[in-house]
């Protein structure tokens, strides 16, 4: 008797363990699956953006592989009815119908019978990492520090010693020799910032700093309506000191405009640009703000942000003039995002 229930005992065990596995592999075919119908999704999507922002059309008759044939042809259909989640009330129905605009407004697509969330931002209206000019560098941390200027400042000290090529520790940076103390294995690059996420790293920022919400600043009033962070405000493509504000995030707006009321500030150039903006027009002025260097020439850049409903991605795009589809700089899960939408459910 004890033997016979000992074998029904084994004979579930391994029943349950089989189970289990059963159902383990069908989530990683289900994962895997989704995860492949995000690539294809984000790159119709990439295609759609292209077109709308170079004003260019789709090729479906294009040589090239049945899958590319198939995502032009997707690309194609999903173009056909983008249409904005909350449009602004300044703008007709006619004026902006089907018309994707580069700051950071919410457009709702299908694509195979699947409904995606997108957003697309221009890189020139960020600051660049490793452009941005020093002076506006502080005043801008310092601005979105409002009663906390002093951690603004040792920030943007931070940020500087990690771009810069020296061992030279500024008034409140931070050089190898800080990491070490703090415990960190990651030292300054001594060198430009690869990419946005390259600030996760350097001493002093913060999780609520780079992912947002900010809120503490002197434009408190602007920045608590808005859900970004740092990582939101900076790039590492715009190529250029200047910042578009056609395109910009609202914080900086309120920044540009805090300076103009003052009449702006010691090592800042306020300065207009006289040739149109590369991408369709927001109903922002046509303005820009920083140091022009160089020839003023930047890169055009986007930033898509695309919400499949069980994932999050962060794709940045080059798209230019001629070209028959976007180049695909960098591609990001973004995890913030999705944990945020949980934890609001």
Request: with cysteine; proline share 4%.
């Amino acid at each position: 008797m004890v033997l016979v229930l000992w074998v029904i005992a084994m004979l579930s065990s391994v029943a349950m363990l089989y189970g289990v596995a059963v159902r383990g592999r069908y989530h990683a075919e289900v994962y895997a699956l989704n995860d492949m119908e995000d690539m294809e999704a984000i790159a119709s999507l990439a295609l759609v953006v292209h077109r709308q922002l170079t004003f260019s059309s789709f090729d479906t008759a294009q040589e090239g592989s049945r899958h590319g044939f198939q995502l032009r042809t997707q690309a194609y259909l999903a173009d056909r009815q983008v249409g904005a989640e909350r449009p602004l009330w300044t703008e007709s129905s006619e004026e902006m119908m089907g018309r994707i605009i580069p700051d950071g407004r919410v457009y709702k697509v299908k694509i195979a019978d699947r409904q995606y969330r997108l957003s697309v931002e221009a890189e020139q209206g960020k600051v660049d990492l490793n452009a941005v000019q020093e002076a506006f560098l502080h005043q801008l941390l310092r601005w979105l520090q409002g009663r906390n200027a002093r951690e603004g400042d040792a920030l943007a000290d931070c940020l500087l010693d990690w771009r810069d090529s020296d061992n030279l520790v500024r008034l409140s940076g931070a050089e190898e020799e800080a990491y070490r103390r703090a415990g960190l294995v990651q030292v300054p690059a001594d060198g430009p910032f690869a990419s946005v996420d390259e600030m996760r790293l350097v001493l002093g920022m913060t999780p609520q700093l780079y992912f947002g919400p900010l809120g503490q600043g002197r434009g408190k009033e602007v920045v608590e309506r808005w859900d970004g962070g740092l990582r939101d405000l900076f790039t590492v493509y715009n190529g250029t000191a200047d910042v578009l504000l056609d395109y910009a995030p609202p914080p900086l707006r309120a920044f540009y405009e805090d300076l103009a009321a003052i009449g702006g500030a010691e090592g800042l150039a306020e300065t207009e640009r006289g040739k149109s903006p590369p991408f369709p027009r927001p109903p922002f002025a046509e303005k820009s703000m920083g140091q022009t260097t160089g020839n003023g020439e930047s890169a055009r850049v986007v930033l898509l942000k695309v919400d499949t409903g069980h994932a999050a991605y962060r794709v940045w795009l080059r798209v230019n003039e001629g070209s028959v589809s976007p180049k695909i700089l960098r591609v990001e899960e973004d995890m913030h995002a999705m944990m945020a939408r949980h934890v609001q459910k």
